[in-house]
C-alpha cells in the first residue's frame, strides 16, 4: 500500500522516558501537540512509526544511562496518551536512531515516502541521530520544534539549530504544519 509520501516518527515517547527511569518532565509539555499531529497525519494516511528504544541488556547505551527501556518491559511502552492505533507501526531500536538495524529505511521505501516528520526525545540526542541517517539516506527532514524535547532549553536550543545546520532540517511547529 503506497500512502502519500510523508511518515510521523515518534521517537522514544515511553514510559521510561516521561515517567520512570528517564523520567523528563519537559517531554510532557510535548504530548498535546504530538497528538494533534497523530491525529491529522493520519487522516491524511500519512504513515505513522513509533521508533522506541527496546534495550536487551548489556546494550551500550546502558553504559551512559543505566538500564532503562527494556524489551517487553512496561517501561519500553509508548506512554498511554500517544497509543499507537491500527496501522501505525511500532519498531523496537538498541541504538540512539531509528534507522540503525530496525528496518526504517526498507519501511519508508516501501510506502515511497520522500519526508520524514521527526518528533519525540530527546532533540539533542535520538532526533539528531535520526536525522542524521535521514539525510544521509537522503529523506527530506522535519522537526517540529515543539513536538521534540530534551533535558533543558539549551540542549534543545543547539539541538535544533545543529539540525538545521547539518542536515537542513526545517524546522516550525506542529500549528504551521497543520495549516
Avoid at 9 to 22: N, Q, R, T
Avoid at 120 to 143: L, P
Wanted: aromatic content about 8%.
Amino acid at each position: 500500500m503506497v500512502r502519500n509520501k510523508y511518515a510521523v516518527v515518534v521517537i522514544d515517547m515511553l514510559e521510561d522516558f516521561v515517567y520512570g527511569a528517564l523520567k523528563n518532565d519537559r517531554a510532557k509539555r510535548i504530548i498535546p501537540n504530538i497528538a494533534k499531529l497523530l491525529e491529522f497525519a493520519r487522516a491524511k494516511d500519512w504513515l505513522v512509526v513509533y521508533a522506541n528504544d527496546a534495550h536487551l541488556p548489556g546494550d551500550p547505551e546502558e553504559k551512559v544511562w543505566g538500564t532503562h527501556a527494556l524489551a517487553g518491559s512496561p517501561g519500553a511502552q509508548v506512554i498511554k496518551e500517544l497509543d499507537p492505533k491500527q496501522g501505525d507501526i511500532v519498531l523496537g531500536k538498541r541504538t540512539y536512531s531509528a534507522f540503525y538495524e530496525t528496518g526504517l529505511d526498507l519501511l519508508l521505501r516501501q510506502h515511497e515516502i520522500k519526508t520524514v516528520i521527526l518528533v519525540g526525545q530527546h532533540t539533542h540526542i535520538c532526533v539528531r541521530h535520526t536525522s542524521a541517517d535521514a539525510f544521509a539516506k537522503n529523506y527530506t527532514v522535519v522537526v517540529l520544534e515543539d513536538c521534540v524535547e530534551s533535558f533543558s532549553d539549551k540542549d534543545h536550543r543547539e539541538g535544533l539549530s545543529y539540525l538545521k545546520m547539518c542536515y537542513g532540517a526545517t524546522t516550525t511547529t506542529v500549528k504551521k504544519l497543520l495549516k
